[in-house]
């Protein structure tokens, strides 16, 4: 079946860039999303990239796609305090079934 | 600002107890999602209804657990009877096949069974 992993953790430093990193198994994804989740709230869609884009950037945000490596990104350029939260990769599978599968979340900490 | 609401925000209740969530999804979308976030589990899907219809409740413990769309402005997630294994943040999210494959995710209730 199909399976998303990201890494847990991470720590930056305030103004730095931090890259959040994402491998599925579905080669027949159709979207690939990224959603945030402040403390105490649901989670709110960030960004997300079609499976025939291989980059898009939308202001501070630059998500790229390997779809050889079946692998995801995203960079926050700049990061601030405010970027703290839990990021969750997900991908939409082709084939009508419109229920995607979502990783265990990247629990971003920047720090001063 | 369409949003998807939901209530109770929080709720404490004793083991045994049945317990009721309630969704309003975004006017217009046609998919509903619930999903249970815990520590352990990670986001775990319980059900999805497209046009109303249930569709997928594979992730939902049967015995107790129940899942309902009454009408197009709401959707119900049920609990009866409630166990501290429950306990978790339950997220109702929305979505439209038209635009997008895309879930506009409310803010959750808070469960804690004691």
């Known amino acids: 079946g199909e399976d998303v992993e990201q890494s847990l953790f991470l720590s930056v430093r305030e103004g730095d860039s931090s890259v959040i990193n994402c491998t599925y198994t579905d080669s027949s994804s159709t979207y690939l999303y990224w959603y945030k989740q402040e403390p105490g709230a649901g989670l709110q869609l960030l960004t997300y990239i079609f499976s025939n884009m291989d980059m898009k950037q939308d202001q501070r945000l630059t998500v790229l796609l390997n779809k050889k490596d079946k692998h995801l990104s995203l960079r926050i350029a700049d990061t601030q305090t405010g970027d703290s939260a839990i990021y969750f990769c997900a991908e939409y599978p082709s084939g009508g079934s419109y229920i995607p599968t979502f990783g265990r979340g990247t629990s971003l900490i920047v720090h001063p | 600002d369409a949003r998807v609401t939901q209530t109770p925000r929080h709720k404490v209740t004793e083991m045994g107890q049945e317990v009721t969530m309630r969704c309003q999804p975004i006017?217009?979308?046609?998919?509903v999602f619930w999903y249970r976030q815990t520590m352990m589990q990670g986001l775990e899907l319980l059900a999805y209804f497209r046009n109303r219809a249930p569709l997928d409740d594979s992730g939902m413990p049967k015995d107790r657990f129940s899942a309902e769309m009454p009408d197009a402005t709401l959707a119900t997630l049920k609990i009866q009877p409630s166990e501290p294994r429950d306990s978790a943040v339950y997220f109702c999210?929305?979505?439209?096949?038209?635009?997008?494959?895309?879930?506009?995710f409310g803010p959750g209730t808070r469960l804690l069974v004691l």
């Open positions: 006017l217009g979308h046609n998919t």
């Open positions: 999210a929305s979505g439209s096949l038209e635009i997008q494959e895309t879930q506009y």
